[in-house]
Structures are given as structure tokens and as C-alpha cells.
């Protein structure tokens, strides 16, 4: 079993970065592989609502100039994915809202029923908005959401601060041992066990 982290942080060392490496490290403890993608500090293209992915069927974005579609490529081999952001205006980074709203449009399929978590980081405030926004479109893919003892939100300003909360790195060791708890669950029988369900039916409200 694997799972990717995406530092959805412009800083490679940041405190985002240290988040994230602390239930990377629980992880491999509960025998489960990880792997890391960094967004960088390239543009990274918004949706443009062209749907060429949708009628072409590729599988991935048209636009292939940015990470999007490497970071796509890789979900076919693991098994679960947390993203972490810094918290910018009560919000996630732009790049990581961009990133992950064509990811999942374009390449969805690879993702539904794979169990996924947020991490945000902040200096103060924000966190629990931006933390919401990016758990709304696990949801909307059939992504079980791991949770832990608290939101998954650490503190810190200047890099390597995150170290200092305390709680904010129980609260992502606790979040990594409950999804490795959930991918044994799912892994159990060696194939993933996922439930059946119906086939969507959309409704618009005009009509």
C-alpha cells in the first residue's frame, strides 16, 4: 500500500513540509510506502472549463504544461492521498485549488473510493476555512476522508516552527495511524474493498 503527499507549499522545507513528513514517518511505521510531490514554485494553469479531457477522453488535462498531469500519472499506483497547503487569506494556495480541480476533473476515476486527508498550516488564523474547502471535492469523489483527534491544521510561521506545536504533531500522527488502520481495513483480503453503488444521477435545478 501507498501513499502520495502532496506539499502544496511554494517553500520545498517549509512547515507544511514538516507536517506532512511527520504522518509521512508514522506511515512507514504502519508498513505503508510514501511518496512526495512538491507544486513548486511554477505556474500551475486553472481550469478553463474547456472539458476537451471529458469528450476527448485522455484521462488527464489537455493542457500539458505544468504538474498537473505528472502528478495525475501518479495516482494510478497508490492507494491514498493527503494534500497539504499553507493557509493564505483563509484559504488554501491558489496552486493547490487549481492543481487538485483538474486533477479531479480530468483523471477522477483514479481516485474515487482511495481514502484522503487534508493538512492545512497557519501563523493564526484561516485554517478551518481552508481546511473545509479542501476536504468538499474528496467528498464529491467518493474519497473516505481520515480524520483525526482534532482538524488537521498545524501552526507555525517561520520555517521549522511547525515543530514546535506539539499537539498540531500528535494531530497529524493520529491522522496517519487512522489511515493506515483504514487502508488494512480496505487491503484486508488483497483486493480493495470497495462499495457498490448507484449510478449517478445529476439533476440541475434550471431545467
Known amino acids: 500500500m501507498k501513499v502520495l503527499l502532496i506539499n502544496g507549499s511554494p517553500r520545498k522545507q517549509g512547515n507544511t513540509f514538516l507536517a506532512l513528513s511527520e504522518a509521512a514517518k ?43 498531469n505528472r502528478i495525475s500519472e501518479k495516482l494510478d499506483d497508490v492507494d491514498a492521498l493527503i494534500v497539504g497547503s499553507p493557509v493564505y487569506y483563509g484559504q488554501p494556495n491558489g496552486a493547490v485549488l487549481s492543481l487538485i480541480q483538474r486533477m479531479f476533473f480530468s483523471a477522477g476515476a483514479k481516485v474515487v473510493n482511495k481514502p484522503a486527508a487534508a493538512v492545512c498550516v497557519c501563523r493564526r488564523g484561516g485554517a478551518t476555512a481552508a ?33 514546535l506545536d506539539t499537539e498540531g504533531m500528535q494531530t497529524m500522527r493520529t491522522m496517519a495511524n487512522n489511515m493506515a488502520w483504514l487502508l488494512k481495513k480496505i487491503h484486508a483480503n488483497g483486493n480493495p474493498d470497495y462499495p457498490q453503488r448507484e449510478e449517478w444521477q445529476p439533476m440541475h435545478f434550471i431545467r
Open 26 to 68: 508514522t506511515l512507514e511505521q504502519q508498513g505503508i510506502e510514501t511518496e512526495f510531490v512538491q507544486i513548486g514554485v511554477k505556474p500551475v494553469r486553472s481550469c478553463i472549463a474547456c472539458a476537451q479531457c471529458k469528450i476527448k477522453q485522455l484521462g488527464r488535462c489537455v493542457f500539458d504544461d505544468d504538474i498537473c
Open 131 to 163: 481546511y473545509q474547502t479542501m476536504n468538499m471535492p474528496f467528498q464529491m469523489m467518493n474519497m473516505p476522508v481520515v480524520t483525526s483527534q482534532y482538524w488537521n491544521i498545524v501552526y507555525g510561521r517561520e520555517e521549522g516552527q511547525a515543530a
